[in-house]
């Protein structure tokens, strides 16, 4: 049960909100934006995503620059709020295409009417894409995707006409092509976060310790197989993976994503993962025997399986450190 729900820009404009209890100061926004922007407890410069102020609970979860933010005076579970969070925030933007502060502007009688069907008085009614078409009724308004800047770190490496397009996946599910065309084509991809620690300088302590640098001392994956639909009657889709695929320790699961626990044993160049979870429309009666998922897609942007892996593995880069004093004052520091 949520009280409040808004969408803030990176300025603090408050480009959405949606009153549905009337328990929650008005002016909650600005509280929360200062609160957010200034935060300094805990010895923490950046403000977690769920914190209490005067006895309002924020939760908050940053998409593509924008901050989704609902509050309430209840205690209810951080997990199911976020989650929440994310889901109207992913329906958002199959619904417009593109999510981003322009189309969510020039789109927003279709967002109002979205979030009027997704919840109700701060109960939470549905997130399916496919089963709000049946209740929502406005056209988006499409945004050129070509003439948009992109958002966060990979934006250093996409200039000028190296940049890939991207304008197949960054269309509405529920527009059709010109002439009333369907679209008949399905994108998967696997996007993988990588987190490598590696050494900056060698250990005195003992021969058996010495680390060189550049040596790597923690090493972590965390991957998404994320699957965008755009065919019409929800036909039955296989996704092959490798049959070398071994799974170990079982994950956590979380809101509407169930986990599953095989046990599996390592072998010579076979891909091992510490645990996955599956997306609730995948079903694994094939799993164990060719590691073949099936599935009937839902229409809209969903993740079919998360993993998670911290076995050895070849990192794409390396970073070697190098520290020289240049004087007194003064230290040079060169990472290649």
């Known amino acids: 049960m949520i009280s409040q729900f808004f969408v803030l820009s990176q300025r603090g404009d408050n ?20 609160k957010v922007k200034f935060w300094k407890e805990d010895g923490e410069t ?30 209810v579970s951080p997990s199911l709020v976020l989650e929440l969070l994310q889901r109207i925030a992913r329906v958002t933007k199959d619904y417009l ?10 789109n927003f009688v279709l967002v109002y009417e979205l979030l009027d069907e997704v919840i109700d008085f701060g109960y939470v009614q549905t997130t399916s894409t496919e ?3 049946a209740s929502v009724f406005n056209e988006p308004i499409m945004i050129d995707a070509t003439h948009m800047p992109p958002l966060g770190p990979a934006a250093l490496f996409m200039q000028g006409s190296k940049r890939m397009p991207g304008t197949a996946v960054t269309k509405s599910v529920v527009a059709n092509e010109p002439g009333g065309r369907k ?78 626990n095989y046990g599996g044993s390592s072998g010579s160049g076979s891909v091992i993962l510490d645990d996955c979870n599956f997306h609730e429309s995948v079903h694994l009666d094939s799993f164990d025997v060719d590691r073949t998922l099936t599935l009937v897609p839902p229409d809209g942007e969903f993740p079919v399986m998360n993993y998670r892996m911290t076995q050895e593995f070849k990192p ?21």
């Open 15 to 34: 480009i959405v909100f949606r009153d549905y209890r009337g328990d929650v100061q008005k002016g909650s926004a600005e509280i929360f934006f200062r």
């Open 46 to 75: 950046e403000a977690p995503p769920v914190f209490n102020v005067d006895g309002v609970n924020y939760f908050h979860v940053k998409v593509v620059g924008l901050l989704f933010v609902a509050t309430t005076r209840a205690n």
């Open 183 to 260: 679209r008949e084509e399905i994108f998967v991809d696997i996007i993988e976060k990588i987190s490598v620690t590696f050494s900056s300088s060698v250990s005195k302590l003992s021969f058996d310790s010495i680390f060189f640098p550049g040596y790597i001392l923690t090493s972590e994956i965390d991957g998404t197989i994320q699957m965008k639909s755009y065919l019409s009657g929800n036909p039955e889709i296989r996704l092959a993976l490798n049959e070398d695929l071994n799974i170990g320790r079982g994950g956590r699961s979380v809101y509407g994503i169930y986990p599953i």
């Open 131 to 133: 089963v709000l078409k």
């Open 97 to 106: 295409g593109i999510l981003n502060e322009d189309s969510i502007r020039k």
């Open 316 to 336: 794409p880069f390396r970073i070697n450190t190098l520290i020289e004093e240049a004087g007194s004052l003064k230290v040079d520091i060169f990472s290649v």
